[in-house]
């Protein structure tokens, strides 16, 4: 005889249908996640890239002489364009290949790290394969020609006689005569702003999400999937099904380091809810397909003792209910479900969410709803009890609507959790609880042991591993900002030897030469801060959708972020000034 629940099931879970592509389903909200990285991931690159041009620049400065003498010796611009450009392939190219062997090396990495949705959208792929190696071969060319055609323009059109006379490159604005390298530092600046800003969002986000309460206690509890009984423990009706879980439940709690267990169709933090409709035979009945919808969890008596549940009114099952009036020897059949349940309430604990949503000012106890649509109407529920709210799916998505009832009146499963708070280390006692499984049932599969803390934090792993990566990309972008604003100040000093040496020997003091370094180092960081405040400020609305229970305008993230690279501009500009003002008068004015 074969035993069959599972009409059951899908007949309570007969409420609507919601199509969607598998990818879809398996991506969620990974993908615009890693759209968001993409951009941080595009901003370093730029900012390393505006470094990179402004190292050349540095150094073409520096090769100004040798340039006019190539000229005179019949060199055209064009040959020394193309001679400038093609070094700046070449490095390019060199860091093209290192890049390419760490991303190898990388994504192995981060692909262990990264959260379950993300896995599905990387689709098993193996790393660095010819796809990845075309687009890094075209990102190394794009870079290596764009950041290094400005640098090689600029110096095959150096005049000679601004050469002779060491002066700088210029741009002409609207704001009158800028240097490109200030140009390149106020864009590093801007950039890295925008980065310190969306990871200050994301780490304030985190930090609201993990503080939202579970409504759980889930230290010292561990959960394990127990498979679906064999035929043979099913073959003499539901009634098996019962005695199967019964008989298992009772072998694990008498087990000196556990303190209670019990079984639950729909574990919390484990992608699997039962959403079923319901209506309330005491008001009109809804239209169709505007039923409303709760999640049901079929328990043991002790599951809301182990998983922390506090009852708020009425009463906890005590495992002496009433038996559900099930066949024990021929499989249910929907056909005759209404008739088997129709004299027998079905004892139900609900969440306080679901006696506020649809008993609100009312006392629930003793109220009555009806599962499936008033066409369909399959079994009345009675309430004995209201517990605490939970959040079953996540903190993401808030307290939800959840009602309970007992294994032995309400078998509508084939697959349960088993849920065991231990006295010591929860993990420590899945060898003996997989013993005792194994005893019942040898062949019984146990698989996907896991504490329940691990599965509430495994929700936020997502934004956890977001914040990570953009709080590394923006410290790298941090970084590199201080890096340019040092290369430039350090480039500007040395050209600047003898003009600082002519200073000092006519009474400048060394306090009046750090003044004036310092001051221009911060007149190239302080409009780029303020400029990207105002980009990210702007850009807000592309941030939102990542965060949770916090605003994309959240302010103190932006007034850090404008602190944070405030205070690197100032340590990369004292270095270079606190160097000018060493300079000695005597051997400054020696130098040719």
């Not at 609507?16 to 370093?44: H, I, N, Q």
């Not at 579970?214 to 009634?239: K, Y």
């Not at 780029?528 to 994309?552: I, P």
């Not at 007034?559 to 003002?581: E, K, M, N, Q, W």
């Amino acid at each position: 005889m074969t035993i069959t629940i599972a009409p059951l099931v899908a007949y309570l879970s007969a409420i609507w249908v919601k199509v969607l592509p598998l990818r879809e389903r398996l991506e969620g909200d990974a993908t615009s996640g890693l759209y968001l990285l993409l951009g941080a991931v595009g901003m370093v690159l730029l900012i390393a890239c505006v470094n990179v041009a402004n190292m050349l620049l540095a150094r073409s400065f520096g090769r100004t002489r040798e340039m006019a003498i190539r000229t005179a010796l019949g060199a055209t611009r064009g040959d020394l364009f193309r001679q400038l450009l093609t070094e700046s392939l070449l490095l390019a190219t060199a860091g093209g290949l290192l890049g390419g062997v760490l991303a190898h090396w990388g994504y192995a990495f981060v692909s262990r790290l990264s959260p379950w949705e993300m896995q599905q959208v990387m689709g098993g792929a193996s790393g660095v394969n010819a796809t990845v190696v075309l687009f890094i071969a075209g990102l190394t060319l794009l870079a290596g020609i764009g950041f290094g055609l400005a640098p090689a323009w600029q110096v095959s059109h150096i005049n000679p006689n601004d050469a002779l006379k060491n002066t700088r490159p210029i741009a002409r604005t609207l704001f009158g005569r800028v240097h490109l390298s200030d140009v390149l530092v106020f864009a590093q600046v801007c950039l890295a702003v925008m980065l310190l800003v969306g990871a200050g969002l994301l780490i304030r986000s985190l930090e609201r999400l993990t503080s939202v309460s579970t409504g759980l206690q889930p230290d010292h509890v561990l959960t394990i999937r127990v498979g679906t009984p064999p035929e043979a423990a099913m073959a003499h009706g539901p009634t098996a099904f019962i005695r199967f879980h019964t008989n298992l439940l009772e072998k694990v709690q008498a087990l000196g380091e556990v303190r209670s267990a019990a079984f639950v169709s729909s574990l919390p933090y484990t992608w699997n809810t039962s959403s079923n409709s319901f209506f309330r035979p005491d008001r009109p009945a809804p239209p169709p397909g505007k039923s409303p919808t709760s999640n049901l969890h079929v328990v043991t008596p002790d599951y809301f003792k182990v998983m922390g549940i506090p009852l708020l009114a009425g009463a906890l099952f005590d495992g002496h209910e009433p038996v559900a009036p099930l066949p024990p020897d021929r499989p249910l059949e929907l056909k005759t479900l209404p008739e088997l349940y129709a004299n027998f309430a079905v004892s139900t604990i609900i969440s306080r969410r679901m006696a506020d949503q649809y008993w609100p000012g009312e006392d629930p106890i003793g109220k009555t709803f009806v599962v499936g649509t008033p066409g369909m109407a399959l079994a009345t529920m009675k309430i004995v009890g209201v517990v605490g709210n939970t959040t079953q799916t996540g903190a993401e998505h808030g307290e939800t609507s959840e009602y309970y009832t007992l294994l032995t009146q309400w078998p509508a499963t084939r697959s349960l959790h088993l849920a065991v708070r231990t006295r010591g280390d929860a993990a420590g006692t899945a060898a003996s609880i997989r013993q005792r499984v194994h005893a019942v049932v040898p062949a019984e599969p146990i698989f996907d042991v896991k504490l329940l803390t691990d599965r509430i934090a495994a929700f936020s792993s997502e934004r956890r591993f977001q914040m990570d990566l953009f709080a590394f990309f923006a410290t790298t972008a941090l970084l590199l900002a201080g890096v340019g604003v040092y290369g430039v100040l350090a480039c500007l000093v040395s050209q600047r030897t003898r003009d600082i040496g002519i200073r000092m020997a006519l009474g400048a003091q060394r306090s009046d030469v750090l003044c004036n370094v310092m001051s221009r180092g911060m007149a190239l960081v302080v409009p780029g801060v303020g400029l990207g405040l105002g980009l990210a400020w702007a850009g807000s609305r592309v941030m939102q959708s990542q965060l949770f229970g916090t605003s994309a305008t959240y302010v103190p993230a932006y007034v850090l972020s404008g602190v944070l690279i405030l205070v690197a501009a100032v340590v990369a500009c004292a270095l270079p000034a606190r160097r000018a003002t060493k300079v000695n008068p005597m051997e400054a004015l020696r130098t040719d």
